[in-house]
């Protein structure tokens, strides 16, 4: 494998939020594979992996031994994943989740000098194909291969789905649970902190998406971490295809033409909105999409960028920077959500959220989360708001 190499690779999301968990020759074997995936391939293919991309140290017979182990290992791995509609690979309104096997062989062939395996094909919806689905995230390769530990690959992948936002916020209990972390590994906080948080921090340094992460308590236990990142904005101007840049191949990828793309240029040259903005209205978009309320995400997110009709709830919500010859918003610098999305999310909490005990109601989890960490309630535009004073 070419470590030099500008190839990208990808993932659906919902993969990158599977649960399971690789020891490091595993993850390995994982990213070799990865990496011999072309993005118009329809189907997997059997491939030879080399010994050396899978063993560092070739001292003695002992790494033989362990590679043919891990294959063996590999014949009962399983990921729990989110199901993907079957005609459309997009996600379901109402996510299943089921066991699926990781390989369809994975076998050491001692004289070849290295590993001969495929992918099972019932995860190709989750690795090929991928701009049918609209709903998935790339990564160089080069980057990708900086990283030796298992859990910091899958932080990183984590953290890679969120480039356009700067920051992801994960609790702890979710985080472990993505990880394949079970109760008794690590149970007391600042061992995790140590073996994976930190880890991961030191190793994700050296690549595109250095963070840093904050620690939201509630009372003296740990319950989120606040993972914080260079937003999309400051990596605009990377290339990863010819004549376009990181956020033009995302619209791209979701389906928003290539004359739709050089309108929405021209607004971010008059500095008409920030490249944050772009990442905003995606992620709006993708959520209604979700829900059933918009049937082509690539005209609604095209509509929403040229009418700029979310610019307002982005400068609330986003703390981004007012543009030229714009007045300045009053609660630029301030956090608000709108009451009637909060308790959506109360109410339909996603597939990780549902294993975490909630309040009994709606009032008791907007006093436990929100108005405990600061925000007050505000009545604006018609409708409640929580807002926390910047």
């Known amino acids: 494998m070419d470590a030099s190499s500008d190839k990208r ?45 899978l063993v ?32 459309t690979r997009k996600r379901r ?33 989750y690795l090929l194909q991928l701009r049918e689905s609209g709903n998935f995230t790339t990564a160089d390769l080069k980057q990708i291969l900086k990283l030796k530990s298992p859990q910091s690959l899958r932080i990183y992948w984590l953290l890679k789905e969120y480039a356009g936002f700067g920051r992801r916020t994960i609790s702890v209990d979710d985080l472990r649970f993505v990880l394949g972390i079970e109760e008794h590994e690590y149970p007391r906080f600042s061992n995790f902190r140590a073996r994976i948080l930190d880890k991961a921090q030191s190793e994700i340094a050296a690549t595109d998406i ?35 840049t990181e956020w033009a191949n995302a619209l791209l990828q979701i389906g928003v033409s290539q004359r739709s793309i050089s309108t929405i240029a021209k607004q971010l040259e008059n500095t008409e909105y920030d490249v944050g903005y772009i990442a ?19 005209g609604a997110i095209y509509k929403a960028l040229i009418e700029k009709y979310l610019l307002e709830d982005y400068y609330l919500t986003a703390k981004a920077t007012t543009p030229p010859q714009r007045e300045q918003l009053p609660a630029a610098a301030e956090i608000a959500f709108r009451l009637r999305e909060v308790r959506d999310m109360y109410e339909n909490p996603g597939p990780y959220a549902q294993r975490q005990k909630q309040a009994d109601t709606f009032e008791q989890h907007v006093q436990q989360v929100y108005l405990k960490d600061g925000f007050l309630l505000e009545y604006r535009e018609g409708e409640e708001w929580l807002v926390k004073p910047g």
């Open 210 to 244: 250095p963070f840093t992460y904050e620690l939201e308590r509630e009372g003296k236990t740990v319950a989120r971490i606040k993972f914080l990142f260079e937003q999309l904005a400051a990596s605009a101007t990377k290339k990863t295809l010819p004549g376009a």
């Open 56 to 87: 560092f140290d070739r001292r003695g017979g002992s790494a033989y031994e362990q590679v043919d182990e891990m294959c063996k290992g590999l014949a009962s791995f399983t990921l729990y994943i989110e199901e993907l509609e079957e005609k």
């Open 9 to 53: 690779v990808a993932q659906h999301n919902a993969l990158i939020n599977a649960r399971f968990s690789f020891v490091p020759l595993q993850m390995r074997l994982f990213v070799a594979l990865l990496s011999r995936i072309d993005f118009e391939d329809a189907d997997f293919k059997e491939h030879f992996i080399p010994l050396e991309e």
């Open 280 to 298: 905003f209205v995606v992620r709006i978009v993708e959520t209604q999409f979700r829900k059933g309320k918009i049937k082509k995400p690539a």
């Open 93 to 125: 309104r109402k996510p299943n989740y089921t066991y699926i096997p990781l390989m369809a062989e994975a076998g050491y062939r001692a004289e070849l000098g290295g590993v001969v395996a495929s992918f099972n094909p019932k995860i190709m919806p």
